[in-house]
């Protein structure tokens, strides 16, 4: 059984490999190591910076706008319930895809991952950017991780687990082998990101008013470096961060990785689920929405 399993693994990993090539046949992409290196090298540059990749539903609903403007059901609950855009009326959600694809446009390095929609959004709109796969954007797959290039940085996290975080860069040795992964900062703040997807409250009428909020908080604070896991605002939070002169990676759901978070999205998973140790933790409780489990069953938590 054991061996029927692993079996399948490596023809499934060779699938995705064979189309993703076929895919992206016309683009020049970086391998997963030569990524990493390049995301290294400009991070230690004096030059603004966005590094990015696109979220399964926004890469989704852009599709769904660079098609014929016309949103589904299906999509009006992805694009709201896990990611956090809202409400899901057609002018809200036609305002959001014109304005991600404006993001889109100041992509310097973009990690690929042939999600739905991702290939159309590419050609039209990611002209000016450098390509890697996925992968190159975590750093623990790495023995010399881009992250190294944060040390003695002040570096600005935007997610909503901001007491998690804060609790756990102090235990930061302890979280991996490879204190590099995650290794000391001059100064380290966190801001806790609107967290208006699973059908949270906020105060703010819509999408717009929660991600202006942010960058007004963005404004106040002193950093070199911004890494960003916040739903759908993710990417134009990073846009914003380039466009006021600063460098910017949207790690995305990967970003609780780097702080030894726990989730169940990666419980089972046959790399990141041996890094963890005693002192990985999850999400406090109120870091977790009640309807959790509607977001991608519950993957972050």
């Known amino acids: 059984m054991d061996n029927d399993t692993s079996f399948k693994k490596v023809l499934i990993k060779l699938y995705k490999y064979l189309t993703f090539n076929m895919t992206y046949s016309n683009l020049s992409i970086y391998n997963d190591y030569d990524g990493n290196e390049l995301i290294k090298k400009c991070l230690l540059d004096d030059k603004p910076l966005l590094v990015s990749r696109f979220g399964a539903n926004e890469s989704r609903c852009i599709n769904y706008y660079i ?15 896990s990611a956090g855009v809202y409400p899901t009326t057609k002018e809200n959600l036609d305002r959001f895809c014109e304005y991600y694809i404006k993001c889109s446009r100041s ?21 000016d950017a450098k390509f890697t796969k996925l992968v190159a954007l975590e750093p623990y797959y790495f023995k010399n991780p881009w992250s190294e290039a944060l040390e003695n940085k002040k570096i600005l996290i ?27 900062f001059k100064s380290i703040e966190v801001i806790k990101a609107v967290q208006s997807l699973a059908q949270e409250q906020t105060p703010y009428k819509n999408w717009f008013e929660a991600y202006e909020s942010m960058c007004k908080i963005i404004d106040t604070k002193d950093f070199d470096i911004a890494i960003i896991g916040a739903g759908a605002y993710g990417l134009p939070l990073a846009y914003y961060v380039k466009s006021i002169g600063k460098k910017a990676i ?8 780097l702080f030894g978070i726990k989730g169940k999205r990666w419980d089972k998973h046959d790399f990141i689920s041996k890094l963890y140790n005693e002192y990985w933790v999850r999400p406090s409780e109120d870091e977790t929405p009640q309807n959790s489990i509607k977001v991608e069953g519950g993957s972050y938590w």
């Open 67 to 81: 098609k014929d403007k016309k949103y589904d059901e299906f999509i009006k609950d992805r694009i709201s319930v």
């Open 107 to 127: 992509i310097d390095i973009l990690a690929l991952w042939k999600v739905k929609g991702e290939k159309n959004h590419v050609k039209k709109y990611c002209k």
């Open 158 to 184: 935007i997610h909503p687990f901001e007491k998690t975080i804060q609790s756990q860069y102090r235990h930061r040795e302890f979280l991996f082998k490879d204190s590099r992964i995650l290794p000391k």
């Open 250 to 257: 949207h790690l995305a759901g990967a970003t609780q990785i």
